[in-house]
Every structure is written in C-alpha cells, then in structure tokens.
C-alpha cells in the first residue's frame, strides 16, 4: 500500500463529510484512509462509522480526546502505508491529489514531497518559496537547511505537516516524539526533524492542498492567551534533533518570533497594567535573555521590529502593534 491518509477529527461535524468525500474519490486507489475520532462531542464520531461501513479501506480509531498531536499518533501507530499524508479534518483535497503524489514517486522513491495549497473561501494561493523539483541530500543542506527553521531574513520552511508525504519509516518516530502537550506549532516539530533527516525531497508548485480559512475563528483568535512555555517547549524538541551549532540561531529566532506572538496576546487580553507586569518579567528570565541575545534579523524589518520590542521590554510598543496587526 503506497498512502496512509490520517485524520484527525474533533468538532467537525460541519466540514466532515466535504473532507473525507475529498479524499475517498481520489483518482488513485492503493491507499487507507484512517478516521481518527479525538474525543469528538458532536456527530462525528457516527459520521466516522457510517463511511467505515461502506468503504473497506477506511479505518476508525475513537480515543478520549488529548489533542492533534495524541490523534496523529495514534493514527501513526496503525498505518500500513509506505507514505503517510496528512489532512485536517475540516480542509479538504484535490481529487488527484494522490495520483499527481503517486506520480512522483513512480519516479524516485523521495523521503518527502511537498505540495502547494489554496486557502478558502478566500481563493489566497499559496507563493512557493524554493524551486520545484528534486532535492539530492547536497542539495536539500544547501537550500534549505539555511532557512529550515527560520534565516536571518526571517524566510522558514512551510512548517505544516499537511501538504507533505512522508516516507512512514523516517516520519513516524519523530511523530511519536513529539510532546502531547505541544498545540500550537506542533506541525513544525515534525516537518523541521524530517526534512533535516531526509537523504531526498520534492517539490512540487501544484496546489492539491485546500486550507479551510475559518474567519470566525480567526477574530476569536485574536483574543486568545497563548502560553509562555510553548516557544520552549518547542525549542527543546527542536534541538533535541538539530545540531546546536548549525541550528542555534535559526532555533532562536524562530522561539522569539513565538515569544513576540505571546506578548501580543497578553496584552490583548489582559489589563495593560497586568500585562506589563507579566511581559516584563517574562522576558527578564536568564533562559528568554539568552535566546533574544541570540537570534538576530538581518533584513526583514517586521521581525527586527518585533525582536526589538522584545529586547528593551517595550511594552508600550508592543500593544501598539497588536492594535493594526
């Protein structure tokens, strides 16, 4: 079997079916499609059932809910395919998603293929960033491995695990690795460790990836607290992988673009007395210090901006900014 296609679902039940009709009426067969039901409250769980009894090349795993990473874990444990894809369960595929995938791989045997996407309803397309085509392991250290995690300019590599195609045997220990308690960013994780890992890649400009952009969503967003210990969390993992010495300052740069994000939704939600308080302190810590100190911003403006705030504890600044962006 050459794909796994994982999903994880919860909370859903309105997309659901647009997603896993996306993927069932592909135009290449030889895959398994595997529901992973995370706790779902709503209809899912029954939706998941009902497909699994009409299609054999579907499998359901229910779970209690412990987030996207627990769900793509446990989808990683039973896949059987030689690749493993991932698709959110309220996005959706193009139906040659697999056959134009399977395609490149009837060529050479690739450790990853990446793909573009299409956000919608918005119709915003996707600008690749690095030439189509094959990578050699030569090739992949010399053009991507500088803006892997994130350049001096501020460029990364696209960091979500969808859009991709894992070879299983170089994904799935990095995959389990990764903390349970990592939810925002977690995709970078596994992305970063594996294309680090990888002796060959593609790239292909075709955008076989639709992106669900949920406006809603994106105003509540606004208004969520995100936590100081993630950008660690994620630093850890990261360096627990990429050598110190060739990744350090991209790690760096990468966890104080994060910290900057954090400060932004303090002040946002809390009151700004509160929330100096806590940025300043926060960012006086020896640990928070040493990598501000390290990472540095050559060329885009926004990022040395930010990277400044956070410097001189410019809490003033900061809520400015989080008013226009």
């Not at 039940?13 to 030889?30: A, K, M, P, W």
């Not at 850890?236 to 992988?241: A, E, G, I, S």
């Not at 640990?287 to 990472?295: D, M, S």
Request: with cysteine.
């Amino acid at each position: 079997m050459l794909f796994s296609v994982i999903v994880p679902i919860n909370k859903v039940e309105e997309y659901l079916r647009q997603c896993v009709d996306s993927i069932l009426n592909q135009t290449f067969s030889d895959f398994e499609l595997i529901l992973v039901d995370d706790g779902s409250p709503d209809n899912c769980p029954a939706i998941c059932d009902e497909y699994a009894q009409k299609d054999e090349r579907i499998k359901v795993i229910h779970k209690v809910n412990g987030g996207l990473v627990s769900a793509r874990k446990a989808g990683t444990q039973i896949a059987q395919g030689d690749y493993i894809i991932a698709v959110d369960g309220d996005d959706c595929v193009n139906i040659k998603m697999l056959e134009i995938v399977g395609g490149i791989l009837a060529e050479k045997r690739y450790d990853i293929v990446c793909f573009g996407y299409e956000a919608y309803p918005d119709g915003k397309k996707s600008q690749p960033a690095y030439r189509e085509g094959a990578y050699s392991r030569e090739q992949i250290e010399n053009e991507i491995f500088p803006t892997l995690v994130t350049g001096s300019d501020g460029k990364r590599f696209p960091p979500s695990v969808w859009g991709k195609a894992f070879k299983r045997e170089l994904v799935s220990e990095i995959q389990l690795d990764v903390p349970d308690k990592i939810c925002i960013g977690e995709d970078s994780c596994v992305s970063y460790v594996a294309i680090y890992r990888a002796d060959s890649l593609y790239f292909s400009h075709e955008r076989l990836y639709y992106y669900r952009v949920d406006n809603q969503s994106l105003t509540r967003g606004k208004k969520k607290l995100f936590g100081w210990d993630e950008p660690l969390w994620r630093a850890d993992f990261y360096l627990k992988y990429l050598p110190e010495e060739q990744f350090g300052k991209q790690v760096a740069r990468i966890t104080a673009h994060s910290f900057f994000n954090v400060a932004v939704s303090v002040v946002r939600v809390k009151k700004y007395r509160e929330a100096k308080r806590e940025i300043k302190q926060k960012l006086s810590e020896e640990r928070v210090r040493e990598i501000l100190n390290k990472a540095q911003f050559k060329s885009n403006k926004k990022e040395k901006l930010a990277l400044y705030c956070l410097k001189h504890k410019s809490t003033f600044l900061i809520k400015l900014i989080a008013k226009v962006i």
